[in-house]
């Protein structure tokens, strides 16, 4: 048998008291707000954000907003509308690039080839030339924007 309690406006089953509800209620709260994400709550292994568009460069060895980067890639292949952008972020000795691009997620870091004047960084089938075009094989996909 159920009573009303006009006071609080609940249906408090009558062999409870209203204490034990109110207790057993707070805790139903309690619990339930314990394994909420709070926003901005999503640090990675590397303190990097994903809520605030952060990412984590390995050359750099820090978290980097890609969108942010200086050196902008622009896909050669539009599909539609959008254009996917990514970028890249060079070693502070230039020896390795790192590229963050949608088809290589999180990051292809390449390694300088040749010599001054003709560097060119590689890695399988990813070549960046000095003039800043990214080549998946023989495929041009990427070049700087």
Known sequence: MY????NIFLIIPSKMNKKRFFVATLFLCAASFVNAQMVGNDADKH???ASAGQTYSTVLKECIQVFNQELKLES?????AADFIGAVVFSVDKKKAEVFIKEAAPSIVLN???KEGSYTWVKGEYTL???FTL?????EIYKSK
């Open 3 to 6: 009573t009303f309690s006009s």
């Open 112 to 114: 300088r080839k040749g």
């Open 135 to 139: 080549k998946k094989g023989d495929t």
């Open 129 to 131: 030339s000095q003039a």
């Open 47 to 49: 303190g990097c954000k």
């Open 76 to 80: 050669v292949n539009k599909q539609g």
